[in-house]
């Protein structure tokens, strides 16, 4: 029999001992990669999705690094974990996962599940419209989709979005200068800069660059700010990511967005959680008012439509709940062999 003939004949890979299989849907929201974890993953025991973190973080971040990592993921992947609900009011939990560890909001993961859940029946859909609840780290997330001649259309409403501080200053060494940013929660903390600031491009062109800048005034606001508090749970009190804000280049965009955040990864979308933020920033300058939004563009041209939906008072803070919308695609599915021969099994980073 030659080759082609066994080929042919034969096509399905048979699991070696000892060996593991995680399955995966593959999605993109924008351009940012969601990998939907299906199976495979331990089961633990814990009595809140935060205490489900911690474990997850403390023994089994391998799985983690062999699906964000290479030989199966690169340094920009982005995945989530769907689980049974902790919160008597969600539909699932999720965990949210990347190249540094487990992030606690995540935008375009939100809008990526909502997407999945309308194409596989994981949710009803009564006259074109479907709801489904997610408990993240952060809170409670309410996602909704339209169906129109059969095309999802996503949006979710953020967690109680708030700013810690305007204008405040840090200064950056490789640029020999002081720079004015602003401090916002929107499910995590970020620090949004005015890229003018730095006469620096927000294009892809610039990338390496962003990503410098990105990382290096993260640590300096980590090293100084007083802020990244979060007023009713402490695991939610780090700042996860510099934001450049800077002039739109696609028509109909009022804004580019683009994050720099857990380990150097840069969001290809422009970020849900950031720009839920963005809303409470510009509520508290006076900029937007309830009921109104904007569209912002990503480093790659995708874009999200924000807006203000309500405000409240939230642990001290004067709030808003931002309502964020987009588009996510399914682009693959994957069967992934942790092989225990392998001495890369739980994969490596280069960049």
Same mark, same amino acid.
């Given at each position: ?38 199976? %495979? ?38 995945? !989530? ?52 609840? &997610?408990?993240?780290? !952060? ?10 001649n059969g095309k999802v259309k ?31 929660? %929107? ?55 510099? &934001?450049? &804000? ?12 683009? !994050? ?60 808003? &709940? ?7 695609y399914v682009c693959g599915t ?18």
């Open positions: 029999m030659s080759f082609f003939e066994r080929y042919s004949a034969n096509k399905e890979y048979r699991l070696p001992d000892g060996a593991l299989e995680l399955t995966a849907i593959d999605m993109h929201t924008g351009g940012e990669p969601l990998r939907v974890v299906t199976s %495979g993953y331990p089961q633990i025991e814990a009595k809140s999705l935060l205490e489900f973190r911690r474990v997850l973080k403390q023994d089994y971040d391998h799985f983690r690094t062999a699906l964000m990592f290479e030989p199966r993921g690169h340094a920009d992947m982005y995945g !989530c974990l769907l689980l049974k609900p902790f919160h008597p009011e969600a539909d699932c939990s999720v965990i949210f996962m990347h190249n540094e560890g487990y992030s606690t909001m995540c935008g375009h993961a939100v809008i990526g599940i909502m997407t999945l859940a309308v194409e596989m029946g994981w949710v009803e859909v009564i006259n074109d419209h479907a709801r489904l609840n &997610i408990e993240a780290p !952060c809170g409670l997330i309410k996602a909704q989709a339209e169906i129109t996503a949006s979710f409403e953020c967690v109680p979005s708030f700013v810690t501080v305007l204008d405040a200053k840090v200064f950056v060494t490789s640029i020999g200068k002081e720079i004015r940013y602003d401090l916002a929660y %929107g499910g995590a903390f970020y620090a949004y800069v005015d890229a003018a600031q730095l006469e620096l491009d927000v294009t892809s062109e610039n990338y390496a660059r962003i990503i410098e800048l990105g990382r290096e005034i993260k640590q300096a606001v980590v090293e100084t700010s007083k802020h990244i508090s979060h007023p009713l749970e402490g695991d939610l009190s780090f700042l996860y990511g510099t &934001i450049f &804000i800077d002039g739109p280049v696609s028509d109909g965009c009022q804004s580019r967005n683009v !994050c720099v955040f857990a380990d150097g990864e840069v969001d290809r979308s422009p970020t849900g959680s950031g720009v839920s933020g963005r809303m409470a920033i510009h509520y508290a300058k006076g900029e937007l008012r309830v009921g109104e939004g904007m569209r912002i563009e990503s480093v790659i041209g995708s874009s999200f439509y924000a807006e203000v939906t309500s405000t409240l008072q939230y642990g001290g803070h004067q709030a808003v &709940i931002p309502k964020v919308s987009g588009d996510a994957n069967r992934f062999i942790i092989n225990p021969d392998d001495n890369l099994k739980h994969g490596f980073l280069l960049r």
